[in-house]
T-cell receptor, first 114, second 117 residues
Framework: DAKTTQPPSMDCAEGRAANLPCNHS???????VYWYRQIHSQGPQYIIH???NNETNEMASLIITEDRKSSTLILPHATLRDTAVYYC???????????????FGKGTKLSVKP | NAGVMQNPRHLVRRRGQEARLRCSPM?????VYWYRQLPEEGLKFMVY????????ESGMPKERFSAEFPKEGPSILRIQQVVRGDSAAYFC???????????????FGPGTRLTVT
């Protein structure tokens, strides 16, 4: 089972920031937080990941609380094309053993509205 | 650099036939993962392979399903004697060699949609 809890759905106005929360209260010290999204009928797309520091890339920012029990994915200026299901996943690094797979929960269905 | 490629994109099989799904990882990637997504459900892990080795097949049904990733050529997910319940989207992902956090991203292909009639 997924180790994360996310709201099932959220709405966001086009051009505004979308803030997607994720709870991972049982995260262990060596687990990273990953975010993927799946636009309708397409393969999942990697967005960002982090361990304990906040991270930013061209797609999004990831804010992780100091106790690492929760995080927030921020899409700074949401567009209609950002409408998708967003998955928050926690996992240990893959050192070639049996920890390779991603465990997808139900995610948050983000609807960006004009 | 081409992304992960899967073919066919759509596959229709009658009950009892065999389905072969192909996945070509991104250039330089030696790790392949297969996931299945049933209608209106999330993705479920099936199998993780490196070249010529199955690393983890804990998500693979015990019967009728098999996977390989030969030294040359694409990874193949094979489903024998398909049943209606096998109808789903099958996604393949690849990643570079492991060992550094930046290599942990999995890059997904567009999927193969299998319909069993």
């Amino acid at each position: 089972d997924a180790k994360t809890t996310q709201p099932p759905s959220m709405d966001c106005a086009e051009g505004r920031a979308a803030n997607l929360p994720c709870n991972h209260s049982t995260i262990s010290g060596n687990e990273y937080v990953y975010w993927y999204r799946q636009i309708h009928s397409q393969g999942p797309q990697y967005i960002i990941h982090g361990l304990k520091n906040n991270e930013t890339n061209e797609m999004a920012s990831l804010i992780i609380t100091e106790d690492r029990k929760s995080s927030t994915l921020i899409l700074p200026h949401a567009t209609l094309r950002d409408t998708a299901v967003y998955y928050c996943i926690v996992r240990v690094p893959n050192y070639g053993g049996s920890q390779g797979n991603l465990i997808f929960g139900k995610g948050t269905k983000l609807s960006v509205k004009p | 650099n081409a992304g992960v490629m899967q073919n066919p994109r759509h596959l229709v099989r009658r009950r009892g036939q065999e389905a072969r799904l192909r996945c070509s990882p991104m250039k330089g990637h030696s790790h392949v993962y297969w996931y299945r997504q049933l209608p209106e459900e999330g993705l479920k892990f099936m199998v993780y392979l490196q070249k010529e080795n199955i690393i983890d097949e804990s998500g693979m049904p015990k019967e009728r399903f098999s996977a390989e990733f030969p030294k040359e050529g694409p990874s193949i997910l094979r489903i024998q004697q398909v049943v209606r319940g096998d109808s789903a989207a099958y996604f393949c992902a690849s990643s570079p060699q492991v060992g550094a956090p930046s290599s942990y991203e999995q890059y997904f292909g567009p999927g193969t949609r299998l319909t069993v009639t």
